[in-house]
């Protein structure tokens, strides 16, 4: 089977057949047990230079491993390939974008940050809105909770995308045990299997889901819920402890808030109205610019710190 998405070519053979069916599956067993990293004709470049993976679609077991009793394990069912960013937005790709660049530290392969919900929101409108990208047929937004959490497991079911030990943690993630205190350059870490890196830590990354209870009943490309005060973000950060670092652990804040922990990466799709992008309209509480909140608890942060 063949699929065309901009401009990009994917051949998915059969060896039905071909081969015997006994040596075909050791061909293909063989193949999948010898590759970890993806293969580069899934790769699609954009005309700013962001690099995006395609995701197959599956199923997977998401907040597996949480505790919270807002984080029920269930089975969610993502029913179509994607593209995610292999590595979160960069200083330089906010700039050929969006000109002027919010970040506490500006190296232009460092993640950009001290951007809102609704700035990633924006950037996502006016990437799609280039000529270039117009042209190609592309449009971007954020990815979904369960599109995040999906791609970071990349079909591992444990604590991290390489195990459970946190003591590997250093390999794949900047964390407070490893950064300095700052952000670093993206890419510098091994990535997951399915070829995507800074999964676990540097910044965290926005979501475009309204935060939710999520509950034990099945189900499928869930977006949450259709309105709320808080906006998801994943994947731990560079001032945060090992755990929160972990695949299914999950923070929430204002959609206004900006802070030097937080980032984004982005989904390419052809969808002409891009999910995430409606309803955004500012809740009556965006003056409370310093509230957070994580696993279903509330706590006030002083936004001087940010």
């Known amino acids: 089977m063949s699929v065309q998405l901009h401009g990009l070519r994917l051949i998915r053979g059969s060896l039905d057949g071909v081969l015997p069916l006994g040596l075909a599956s050791a061909l293909l067993i063989s193949l999948a047990v010898g590759c970890n990293k993806p293969r580069d004709d899934k790769e699609v470049v954009n005309s700013v230079g962001m690099k995006f993976r395609e995701i197959p679609a ?12 807002d984080e029920q394990p269930h089975v969610v069912s993502i029913t179509d390939d994607y593209f995610i960013g ?49 042209s190609a047929g592309r449009g971007y937004r954020l990815p979904t909770e369960a599109e995040w959490e999906y791609a970071c497991r990349a079909q591992k079911d444990s604590c991290y995308h390489f195990g459970n030990k946190t003591n590997l943690l250093d390999a794949y993630g900047w964390f407070d045990g490893n950064s300095g205190e700052e952000s670093h350059a993206v890419g510098k870490k091994q990535p997951n299997q399915f070829g995507l890196l800074d999964m676990h830590g540097n910044v965290w990354e926005w979501c475009s889901d309204w935060y939710g ?35 299914h652990f999950r923070y929430r804040a204002l959609p206004s808030l900006k802070s030097p922990h937080i980032g984004f990466r982005v989904v390419l799709t052809n969808e002409k109205r891009l999910p995430g992008m409606n309803e955004i309209k500012a809740p009556k509480t965006l003056e409370v610019e310093g509230e957070y909140s994580f696993d279903g608890g509330d706590f006030p942060l002083d936004p001087k710190e940010f």
Not at 103 to 117: I, L, Q
Request: with cysteine.
């Open 213 to 247: 209870a999520l509950t034990q009943e099945s189900r499928e490309n869930p977006q949450g819920p259709d309105l709320g005060r808080y906006r998801v973000y994943r994947g731990g950060g560079w001032n945060n402890i090992a755990w929160s670092s972990r695949t």
């Open 86 to 134: 292999t590595t979160e937005v960069t200083n330089s790709q906010w700039n050929k974008v969006m000109g002027a660049n919010p970040s506490k530290w500006k190296a232009p392969d460092g993640p950009v940050e001290s951007v809102s919900w609704l700035d990633a929101v924006e950037f996502c409108k006016e990437l799609s809105n280039l000529p270039e990208e117009i």
């Open 58 to 69: 599956g199923r997977f077991r998401m907040s597996k491993g949480s505790l919270s009793r």
